[in-house]
């Protein structure tokens, strides 16, 4: 029987693979002499046998090193776009894991994946938070990454040279990274992306503005000249901000104003609020901190990008960003389980507030996510998702409508309980999370990842419903 399973789970659908990826060069702006760099990759898939004649080396990994935001994923997903072939991708914190083992075995599962469909492009994002120097880290969650390491490097040496799966890897950090991805025949090429430069920037609004409906006359080095220090990502979402801001005046083409207005909007976002007391930081920084906290015990949300108090565009308090896997690998479907667990993420707000405040010093941060946690709820009783109300017919009557609510705030209240069990668990890492918050205003997911793996006591703990 062992073959037979091992025959259906081949027949798996590739969990790592990126369907419709359909990005080219002409996607990614301002990267000047940077792209020869990677078209020569690319030929190493199209001329691979060329290479392999003249006795070239083909690279087994890449890597690209720059700040957030530059484009190192866009332009990895370029490289397989224009190649013409699979692109897998995998964030390193999703290796951190706290089980024994886990780590390992998706990577092996990754490059599994990758092979049975070759040629590929394993994109491998924030290569630091695996491939931190060994012995940095001490107690079990060292050995874990011990383990992860080895076993990437493995992957590494089992393609050197062959050009049929092609890893490039993302990091801010190539100095921290660990001796031995670096050896030759590893990441053994390494490139880097700057931010870019006032043409750069001109360059990538354009390229944004492409399939927007932009007056004739916009000043791109207006805004390019106004957004020093800034990155593709936030030039991308300049130009989103100010299509919106046409919209909603009711026009049909975007001006140089509404450029410069959404430019203005994302500079206030990135600066800190001189205004806000110390308190209020740190009260902005427990809500935040709750959410990612609680999020991280979860399977499908526990997939962290940052997690900030900067007051951004349109969102007075900060924000903790989660890639919803279950979204994007489910069609947009939840499973019941993982909208239990999104209820619970989003009462830790309130649930952070009285543990630290208590009942009498409540604040109303967390109205909001209450609110979303409430009609969550409800759509878990609507559906039929609750075991005690199997069936949605029940649920149509009149009547019953008082008895969804009834239903609907047992399911908040125990979503809630079990938020305040994670937290209780978690009280050191909620005191650093807090702490850096306060300090840094904003940690990336690799910053929080360390945390959570030096100071995190995660249980998944599936609700009692
Ligand atoms: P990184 O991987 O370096 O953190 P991403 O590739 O994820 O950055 O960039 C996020 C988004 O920002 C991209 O999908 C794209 O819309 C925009 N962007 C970033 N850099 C560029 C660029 N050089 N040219 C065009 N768009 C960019």
Known sequence: SGARVRRAQNKRLPQYLERGVDVKFTDVAGLGKIRLELEEIVKFFTHGEMYRRRGVKIPGGILLCGPPGVGKTLLAKAVAGEAGVNFFSISASQFVEIYVGVGASRVRALYQEAKENAPSVVFIDELDAVGRERGLIKGSGGQ?????????????????????VITIASTNRPDILDPALVRPGRFDRKIYIPKPGLIGRIEILQVHARKKPMAEDVDYMAVASMTDG?????????????????????????????????AQIEERGML?????????????????AAMAVVA????????????????????????????MDAIKY???????????????????????????????????????????????????????????HHGLSNFWIADRINEIDVEALRIVNLCYERAKEILQQNRKLMDVVVEELVEKKSLSKHDFFSLVELHGSLKPMPANI
């Open 330 to 388: 489910n069609g947009g479907m939840l499973t019941r389980q993982s909208l239990l667990d999104h209820i619970t993420v989003q009462l830790a707000p309130r649930a952070a507030d009285e543990i630290w405040f208590g009942e009498d010093q409540l604040s109303t941060i967390w109205a909001e996510t209450a609110d979303n946690a409430r009609s969550a709820a409800r759509t878990f009783v609507l559906g039929g998702l609750s075991e005690k």
């Open 230 to 262: 800034m990155v593709g990502a936030e030039l991308a979402n300049i130009v989103e901000v100010a299509a919106i801001n046409m919209i909603r005046d009711g026009r049909t083409e975007i001006t140089t104003d509404d450029l410069l207005q959404a």
């Open 144 to 164: 874990e990454r011990d383990a992860t390491l080895n076993q990437l490097l493995v992957c590494l040496d089992g393609f050197e040279g062959r050009g049929e």
């Open 296 to 323: 991280v015990n979860f399977p499908d949300l526990k997939n962290i990008q940052f997690v900030t108090i900067a007051p951004r565009a349109g969102r007075e308090l900060g924000y903790v960003r989660m890639k």
């Open 272 to 288: 800190d609020r001189k205004d806000r007391s110390s308190e209020t930081w740190k009260r902005v920084a427990i809500n935040e």
